[in-house]
């Protein structure tokens, strides 16, 4: 019986790797199509021509835009719009469920209604797609030097141009979908974070030829390197953090007395709001800079405002770090109001018999709750602004020759985090599928 036992135990231990196994290969092969995508260029543009005209843009919003990407829209790629249009849309509908009487209904129909939901992000990412394609292409005009740039600039390019720049995000989400049912982790947070990735070998390059050149100082490399270890340890250790409110049940009565038993607690997250705020503030002051982009040369008049409005809010400028500050603030209390409702949690303690020891149940609970996640919301907002505004000084006042802003560190961090656990729950799973199967065996 042992020597069977030790073959079915050794037998599941084979399948639960080769299930593991099957999901990472299908991952790669997911991130390589993704990757692949990224090179096939819009029909009608000159690749080298173009490559020339962006090496002048070099330290503005488009390292940024680039970035997240993954270099897609330095090469006029089908993918350039990437899946920004998703995530913009799937804010929206977020916020919506936590605004609308109801959308909120809608987000407790359980399973029919997060796929209501979901059907209701792709049309919207559809119509931002859509608009955004519409934006760019149409404001290609006002690029100097285009007429080198397309080949052709008529109605058919437009079309072509707007078809396909469309067409690679809904594939995008397509294959963001089918890496989250096949592959490991959330496919939409993995690409992005893949095609954050694929910036570092060239950024580590570069730095290095600087480093060996003279042009970038030793000690500054160092602090630097410093900086960057100081941020990931903080990003994880917050990310891993969070508050826990003992709860008591009063389920015990012996002699007319009534007992209480600590049984569990009430974990909240010091990161409540996620990367929603980051993102937030981004898209805020990439939107009026982006319309800055494209009407700066449209006539003279709007030329002087308009360059105005560009110079100033580039990433890394005093406007610009300013108002990000300002923003990320906003958004963290904004966000985890409409995300956490301590009314509710007080309401739910209360039907289940649970209290907090010391306070009373219902108002006092949820005004105090709500005191915990003030504090909790301060932390957080402090250590947002200081994650994204690290590497802005470090581009500014040191001279990084490399893009990597904090909203990209945070997803990078999360993102790992996440395939980890992950990882560990699909284990954990088969060792208890297995568990039971060996225990229904000896029956």
């Given at each position: 019986?042992?020597?069977?036992?030790?073959?079915?135990?050794?037998?599941?231990?084979?399948?639960?790797?080769?299930?593991?196994?099957?999901?990472?290969?299908?991952?790669?092969?997911?991130?390589?199509?993704?990757?692949?995508?990224?090179?096939?260029?819009?029909?009608?543009?000159?690749?080298?021509?173009?490559?020339?005209?962006?090496?002048?843009?070099?330290?503005?919003?488009?390292?940024?835009?680039?970035?997240?990407?993954?270099?897609?829209?330095?090469?006029?790629?089908?993918?350039?719009?990437?899946?920004?249009?998703?995530?913009?849309?799937?804010?929206?509908?977020?916020?919506?469920?936590?605004?609308?009487?109801?959308?909120?209904?809608?987000?407790?129909?359980?399973?029919?209604?997060?796929?209501?939901?979901?059907?209701?992000?792709?049309?919207?990412?559809?119509?931002?797609?859509?608009?955004?394609?519409?934006?760019?292409?149409?404001?290609?005009?006002?690029?100097?030097?285009?007429?080198?740039?397309?080949?052709?600039?008529?109605?058919?390019?437009?079309?072509?141009?707007?078809?396909?720049?469309?067409?690679?995000?809904?594939?995008?989400?397509?294959?963001g979908d089918l890496?989250?049912?096949?592959?490991?982790?959330?496919?939409?947070?993995?690409?992005?974070?893949?095609?954050?990735?694929?910036?570092?070998?060239?950024?580590?390059?570069?730095?290095?030829?600087?480093?060996?050149?003279?042009?970038?100082?030793?000690?500054?490399?160092?602090?630097?390197?410093?900086?960057?270890?100081?941020?990931?340890?903080?990003?994880?250790?917050?990310?891993?953090?969070?508050?826990?409110?003992?709860?008591?049940?009063?389920?015990?009565?012996?002699?007319?007395?009534?007992?209480?038993?600590?049984?569990?607690?009430?974990?909240?997250?010091?990161?409540?709001?996620?990367?929603?705020?980051?993102?937030?503030?981004?898209?805020?002051?990439?939107?009026?800079?982006?319309?800055?982009?494209?009407?700066?040369?449209?006539?003279?008049?709007?030329?002087?405002?308009?360059?105005?409005?560009?110079?100033?809010?580039?990433?890394?400028?005093?406007?610009?770090?300013?108002?990000?500050?300002?923003?990320?603030?906003?958004?963290?209390?904004?966000?985890?109001?409409?995300?956490?409702?301590?009314?509710?949690?007080?309401?739910?303690?209360?039907?289940?018999?649970?209290?907090?020891?010391?306070?009373?149940?219902?108002?006092?609970?949820?005004?105090?709750?709500?005191?915990?996640?003030?504090?909790?919301?301060?932390?957080?907002?402090?250590?947002?602004?200081?994650?994204?505004?690290?590497?802005?000084?470090?581009?500014?006042?040191?001279?990084?020759?490399?893009?990597?802003?904090g909203t990209s560190?945070?997803?990078?961090?999360?993102?790992?985090?996440?395939?980890?656990?992950?990882?560990?729950?699909?284990?954990?799973?088969?060792?208890?599928?297995?568990?039971?199967?060996?225990a229904n065996l000896?029956?």
């Open positions: 019986m042992d020597k069977i036992n030790l073959e079915l135990s050794l037998k599941n231990i084979r399948s639960n790797f080769s299930d593991i196994k099957d999901r990472v290969l299908f991952l790669t092969f997911s991130l390589i199509i993704f990757r692949l995508g990224s090179f096939i260029p819009i029909p009608g543009i000159d690749i080298f021509k173009l490559t020339k005209l962006l090496n002048h843009q070099s330290g503005t919003v488009f390292d940024m835009l680039n970035m997240f990407s993954g270099g897609a829209l330095s090469r006029a790629s089908i993918f350039s719009l990437g899946i920004m249009p998703y995530i913009s849309s799937s804010i929206i509908i977020q916020l919506l469920t936590f605004i609308y009487p109801a959308w909120k209904n809608l987000k407790k129909d359980g399973e029919v209604g997060r796929i209501k939901i979901n059907q209701y992000t792709k049309y919207l990412t559809l119509i931002i797609a859509l608009i955004q394609a519409s934006g760019i292409v149409f404001s290609l005009k006002n690029i100097p030097g285009i007429k080198d740039l397309v080949y052709e600039l008529d109605s058919c390019f437009y079309i072509t141009a707007i078809t396909s720049l469309v067409t690679g995000t809904i594939f995008l989400i397509w294959l890496i989250t049912e096949n592959g490991i982790g959330n496919g939409i947070s993995v690409m992005i974070f893949s095609g954050i990735v694929a910036h570092l070998p060239v950024a580590v390059l570069d730095t290095i030829s600087e480093l060996i050149a003279g042009k970038l100082n030793f000690f500054i490399f160092l602090l630097v390197l410093i900086l960057i270890f100081f941020t990931i340890f903080l990003v994880v250790f917050i990310e891993r953090s969070q508050r826990r409110i003992p709860i008591y049940y009063s389920n015990q009565r012996q002699r007319n007395k009534i007992y209480f038993l600590q049984t569990s607690h009430l974990p909240l997250k010091i990161n409540m709001s996620g990367v929603i705020p980051a993102i937030f503030s981004s898209s805020i002051i990439l939107f009026p800079l982006t319309i800055s982009s494209w009407l700066k040369g449209y006539n003279k008049y709007s030329m002087n405002i308009f360059n105005i409005v560009f110079d100033n809010l580039q990433p890394g400028t005093p406007v610009y770090m300013f108002l990000y500050a300002v923003s990320i603030i906003f958004f963290c209390f904004f966000y985890t109001n409409l995300a956490f409702n301590s009314r509710e949690t007080s309401n739910n303690l209360k039907k289940s018999g649970a209290f907090i020891q010391g306070i009373r149940p219902g108002e006092n609970t949820s005004n105090y709750i709500k005191k915990i996640m003030f504090k909790l919301t301060c932390i957080n907002a402090i250590y947002i602004v200081l994650i994204c505004l690290i590497p802005e000084f470090m581009r500014r006042e040191m001279n990084v020759p490399f893009y990597f802003g560190l945070l997803i990078v961090v999360v993102v790992v985090i996440d395939l980890i656990t992950q990882i560990q729950t699909l284990l954990m799973s088969k060792q208890y599928e297995s568990s039971f199967k060996r000896n029956l």
